[in-house]
């Protein structure tokens, strides 16, 4: 069983930016595809990033991609999201997951392990 913790979300002004960590215990994350995802108030939770295992793939939302960058750390066992550029729009709980099953990467359905989220506030 993995625990996912994630941290570094605040409150920020429109241009900010901010630095997402999802720590994983329990179990490494070596070798496993992971993902941000992230519900804004009244939204269905959406997709923002995908890593690849091996860290050599990733892929985003066409809404951040450009401003947002995702990378993974194999020693610390933590993953990131680098999110420039910030627009009231981000604002949202931000989660992260392990990616268990071969679906799209942009679909929920394929990740299991979630964290508890980070909240992301951008104001403008």
């Known amino acids: 069983q993995v625990q996912l913790v994630e941290s570094g979300g605040g409150l920020v002004q429109a241009g900010d930016s901010l630095r997402l960590s999802c720590a994983a215990s329990?179990?490494?994350?070596?070798?496993?595809?992971m993902g941000w995802f992230r519900r804004a108030p009244g939204k269905e939770r959406e997709f923002v990033a995908h890593?690849?295992?091996?860290?050599?793939?990733?892929y985003y939302a066409d809404s951040v991609n450009g401003r947002f960058t995702i990378s993974r750390d194999v020693a610390k066992n933590t993953v990131y999201l680098g999110m420039n550029s910030l627009k009231p729009e981000d604002t949202a709980v931000y989660y992260c997951?392990?990616?268990?099953?071969?679906?799209?990467?942009?679909?929920?359905?394929?990740?299991?392990?979630w964290g508890q989220g980070t909240q992301v506030t951008v104001s403008s």
């Open positions: 890593i690849s295992g091996s860290g050599t793939t990733t």
């Open positions: 329990g179990r490494t994350l070596r070798g496993y595809p």
């Open positions: 997951a392990v990616q268990a099953r071969i679906m799209a990467y942009n679909n929920p359905l394929a990740y299991d392990y």
